[in-house]
């Protein structure tokens, strides 16, 4: 097993980052189980969103990525992934809830994007 890089360091900001693509991964399951007719395709929409966002995120925004981008294509996945979330809470006529969720999220991503800008940097 690979040891993380000396100057690896777990922040506040990444346990929240964690706890928010957790919640992410909830409120689209929660949303294609509530917004679809049950059995089909609610089911199919409740399992698939979540694993969909999961794969994407897996892919493309994990720190780990298979298909490491730049910045900006990063960026692209997670606005896809966190906004979705959101706008699952707007459909479920939850508005505070999604609009908390976003808040949150744009807040713990710009400090991410700002922190791996300047390990880029530096």
Known sequence: MASPPEDFR????DALRFLLELFALFSL??????????????IGFGIGMPLAAAVLWGLFRSPKA?????IVGRVVV??????????????????????LFAGVALVSGIINARAEL?????
Request: no cysteine.
């Open 29 to 42: 399951g929660l949303w294609g189980f509530s917004a679809w007719p049950l059995p089909w395709p609610g």
């Open 10 to 13: 777990l922040t506040p900001n």
């Open 66 to 70: 298979r298909f490491p981008l730049g």
């Open 118 to 122: 300047a390990r880029q940097a530096g």
């Open 78 to 99: 997670e606005v896809a992934v966190m906004g979705s979330a959101a706008a699952a809470w707007f459909a479920m006529d939850q508005p505070v809830v999604g609009a």
